[in-house]
Nanobody, 123 residues
């Protein structure tokens, strides 16, 4: 059974850091692109970052560039999103998603999704 499970969300003060994890089972990340998306209340789902696990290339939304870093651990079949210098506008439910082709900012091109993890940045 193919599954994606996000973890690592929580409440953090502005300027703080969190590391999100996306653990995959039922398939290997070697042949998938893994994207991170987020959705805040009343807003559309937006792409945050993506990694092509086949070649290691990465992509970031302009709003998080320089603050977030995506990485992979092939041994653990897990993708991480390190989030630093967090801002209140980063508050959202964060989802990881898998696509068998290549990184895309279009959420509907991803085949598999996790359940999401809440990130709240507030004083």
């Amino acid at each position: 059974q193919l599954q994606l499970v996000e973890s690592g969300g929580g409440l953090v003060q502005p300027g703080g850091s969190l590391r999100l994890s996306c653990a995959a089972s039922g398939f290997t990340l070697d042949y998938y692109a893994i994207g991170w998306f987020r959705q805040a209340p009343g807003k559309e789902r937006e792409g945050v970052s993506c990694i092509n696990t086949s070649d290691g290339s990465t992509y970031y939304a302009n709003s998080v560039k320089g603050r977030f870093t995506i990485s992979r651990d092939n041994a653990k079949n897990t993708v991480y999103l390190q989030m630093n210098s967090l801002k209140p506008e980063d508050t959202a439910v964060y989802y990881c998603a898998a696509d068998p082709d290549y990184c895309s900012g279009r959420y509907y091109e991803y085949d598999y999704w996790g359940q999401g993890t809440q990130v709240t940045v507030s004083s």
